[in-house]
T-cell receptor, first 113, second 113 residues
Framework: GENVEQHPSTLSVQEGDSAVIKCTYS??????FPWYKQELGKRPQLIID?????GEKKDQRIAVTLNKTAKHFSLHITETQPEDSAVYFC????????????FGTGTSLTVIP | EAEVAQSPRYKITEKSQAVAFWCDPI?????LYWYRQILGQGPELLVQ????????DSQLPKDRFSAERLKGVDSTLKIQPAELGDSAMYLC???????????FGQGTRLTVV
């Protein structure tokens, strides 16, 4: 099955700085990579996703890059704000293995005002 | 906005007792997932349904866990007997189709004492 690794496990940045979270995956058939944000006590919510036919996707302050050859993808948050503080999970999925989502272990991001 | 509904939100049960969780996915979503999330970790798939059929239950501890989605709409996850190690957040999610966004419910936080 798929193995998704996520780094770092914790990340602290000053407000206004950028934050980068990296994930690697093992199954070359994986072709859909969502990122979820989970605030304390709340449900995970999708913030951005990317498919394997695209190398980069951006939505305002959030961007995701994908390197299929190296099997890694990254989340970039620019101009961080205190409300960005949460746990972020990457995931990988493949239609060839039943569309299961395999999640990383999470990154706890703290934005210091 | 349509949401995945789960109940109960919180459940405290004694070990060796039976416990059941309910999930109502977003209308029209054929794929339904049950995940278990231990504090500080990413969600781990327990079972995946496509309509009323189980697609993957390889990670479901079948000696004590069971799941059903009889009419291909709502679903029930049961644990009998509950063990101390079952304490976790149980998340239900649904998606429209293959490799599309999974929407999560609020989860059921289970505490086994």
């Amino acid at each position: 099955g798929e193995n998704v690794e996520q780094h770092p496990s914790t990340l602290s940045v000053q407000e206004g700085d950028s934050a980068v979270i990296k994930c690697t995956y093992s199954d070359s058939a994986s072709n859909y990579f969502p990122w979820y944000k989970q605030e304390l006590g709340k449900r995970p919510q999708l913030i951005i996703d990317i498919r394997s036919n695209v190398g980069e996707k951006k939505d305002q302050r959030i961007a995701v890059t994908l390197n299929k050859t190296a099997k890694h993808f990254s989340l970039h948050i620019t101009e961080t704000q205190p409300e960005d503080s949460a746990v972020y999970f990457c995931a990988a999925s493949s239609a060839s293995t039943g569309n299961q989502f395999y999640f990383g272990t999470g990154t706890s991001l703290t934005v210091i005002p | 906005e349509a949401e995945v509904a789960q109940s109960p939100r919180y459940k405290i049960t004694e070990k060796s007792q039976a416990v059941a969780f309910w999930c109502d996915p977003i209308s029209g979503h054929a794929t339904l997932y049950w995940y278990r999330q231990i504090l500080g970790q990413g969600p781990e798939l327990l079972v995946q349904f496509q309509d009323e059929s189980v697609v993957d239950d390889s990670q479901l501890p079948k000696d004590r866990f069971s799941a059903e989605r009889l009419k291909g709409v709502d679903s029930t996850l049961k644990i009998q007997p509950a063990e101390l190690g079952d304490s976790a957040m149980y998340l239900c999610a649904s998606s429209l189709g293959l490799n599309t966004e999974a929407f999560f419910g609020q989860g059921t936080r289970l505490t086994v004492v």
